[in-house]
């Protein structure tokens, strides 16, 4: 079974960054589009960024409450999509996951989680 295991979390002061990646099993070619969640307060998933490859181009989506201090990249050769996260904000702090739409099976797959955690 094909899997997704982010890393990168841990504790930052406010105004600092991180970056999580996600590196999947398989091909990250499997997998289109891939995303970033986080949970929210009422246990719910809420989608950060996404990104769709294209024949010939590539298509980003974020949140409104992360647009202009979040990016979302994908590095093929490193079967590896990254979240980098500036200017970090306490509301900024939640488990953050990993998703995939695998192509083949047509399904999503999810990593298991990382925790950031943004200190005032």
């Known amino acids: 079974q094909v899997q997704l295991v982010e890393t990168g979390g841990g504790l930052v002061q406010a105004g600092g960054s991180l970056r999580l990646s996600c590196i999947t099993s398989?091909?990250?070619?499997?997998?289109?589009?891939m995303y970033w969640y986080r949970q929210t307060p009422g246990n719910q998933r809420e989608l950060v960024a996404s990104?769709?490859?294209?024949?010939?181009?590539?298509?980003?989506v974020y949140a409104d409450s992360v647009k202009g201090r979040f990016t979302i990249s994908r590095d093929s050769a490193k079967n590896t999509v990254y979240l980098q996260m500036n200017s970090l904000e306490p509301e900024d702090k939640t488990v953050y996951y990993c998703?995939?739409?695998?192509?083949?099976?047509?399904?999503?797959?999810w990593g298991q989680g990382t925790q950031v955690t943004v200190s005032a």
């Open positions: 990104f769709t490859a294209g024949t010939s181009d590539t298509h980003t």
């Open positions: 998703c995939g739409y695998d192509v083949y099976d047509r399904r999503l797959n």
């Open positions: 398989g091909s990250i070619f499997r997998f289109n589009p």
